[in-house]
């Protein structure tokens, strides 16, 4: 396949020109950054295993009538995405405290928390990403009031949902981060999913051990990443020998 005009790179993905106007090439890396930026490295097959993955669920959130921008999967690293303008906020749904809630409110890692709980931050990441608040939002114009409720209604339709998949193949959904974008049919304007659904994004405990089986292993080097990603893609089914 001839190598497209690239429009972007993050730190895990990169964005190419699609073939047909209004879509993207999304190329999966194997780089893996903690901390914002401050910890960097690979973790080997990653891409592919993120790119099978997040295929896995997007398709089935499309069943369910959660739109989404995925098209299909062009190869082993790359999907055909429908090109979304990004809403600039992470939207992370959390099940169970860890990580930064644990610390920021001195909760205990694995507390289940009251209710699900929806934070916001701001996509920024000279400003390190933080946390925001719907009053920002709205004021700053990142995202309108109306927009900010269906984020929410998509965020708890896919959290049920994925808490259901994670759980019939022995897994915890402990949290996970979504991205958002508009995209424009015409006059008319929808909110869709973007971005990926990973053992990049997600927090995701194996349900007897409450093994780590996500990024945490890479940002809290606990070894065994490239493992748990696999085993993560094997349970779901979607893992073949290819890889
Ligand atoms: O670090 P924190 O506890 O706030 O992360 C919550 C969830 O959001 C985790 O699943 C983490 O993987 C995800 N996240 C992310 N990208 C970020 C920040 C958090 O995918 N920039």
């Known amino acids: 396949?001839?190598?497209?005009?690239?429009?972007?790179?993050?730190?895990?993905?990169?964005?190419?020109?699609?073939?047909?106007?209004?879509?993207?090439?999304?190329?999966?890396?194997?780089?893996?950054?903690?901390?914002?930026?401050v910890k960097n490295g690979i973790i080997t097959g990653?891409?592919?295993?993120?790119?099978?993955?997040?295929?896995?669920?997007?398709?089935?959130l499309h069943d369910l009538n959660i739109p989404t921008h995925f098209i299909k999967r062009l190869n082993m690293r790359e999907q055909l995405i429908r090109e979304a303008e990004i809403i600039p906020l992470e939207v992370v749904i959390?099940?169970?405290?860890?990580?930064?809630?644990?610390?920021?409110?001195?909760?205990?890692?694995?507390?289940?928390?009251?209710?699900?709980?929806?934070?916001?931050?701001?996509?920024?990441?000279?400003?390190?990403?933080?946390?925001?608040?719907?009053?920002?939002?709205?004021?700053?114009?990142?995202?309108t009031p109306q927009e900010l409720d269906d984020m929410n209604g998509m965020a708890l339709r896919i959290n049920d949902f994925l808490?259901?998949?994670?759980?019939?193949?022995?897994?915890?959904?402990?949290?996970?981060?979504?991205?958002?974008?508009?995209?424009?049919?015409?006059d008319e304007m929808r909110i869709i999913l973007a971005d990926e659904i990973s053992p990049d994004n997600c927090r995701l405990w194996d349900s007897k051990t409450n093994e780590k089986m996500d990024k945490d292993r890479f940002r809290r080097d606990m070894g065994k990443v490239e493992e748990a990603y696999q085993e993560v893609a094997r349970r779901l089914g979607i893992l073949t020998e290819s890889n």
Request: glycine fraction near 12%; proline fraction near 3%.
């Open 1 to 37: 396949m001839a190598r497209r005009r690239q429009l972007y790179e993050g730190k895990a993905k990169v964005l190419f020109e699609g073939p047909e106007p209004g879509t993207l090439v999304q190329y999966f890396k194997d780089d893996a950054t903690a901390g914002n930026g």
């Open 46 to 60: 990653k891409g592919v295993l993120n790119n099978r993955i997040s295929e896995y669920l997007m398709l089935k």
């Open 94 to 143: 959390r099940n169970i405290a860890a990580g930064s809630i644990a610390k920021r409110l001195g909760i205990e890692e694995g507390t289940r928390l009251p209710r699900t709980i929806i934070e916001y931050y701001y996509k920024n990441d000279s400003l390190g990403d933080p946390m925001v608040s719907d009053e920002h939002i709205s004021a700053f114009n990142w995202a």
């Open 163 to 186: 808490m259901g998949v994670f759980s019939s193949v022995g897994i915890t959904l402990v949290d996970f981060k979504l991205e958002f974008g508009r995209l424009w049919e015409g």
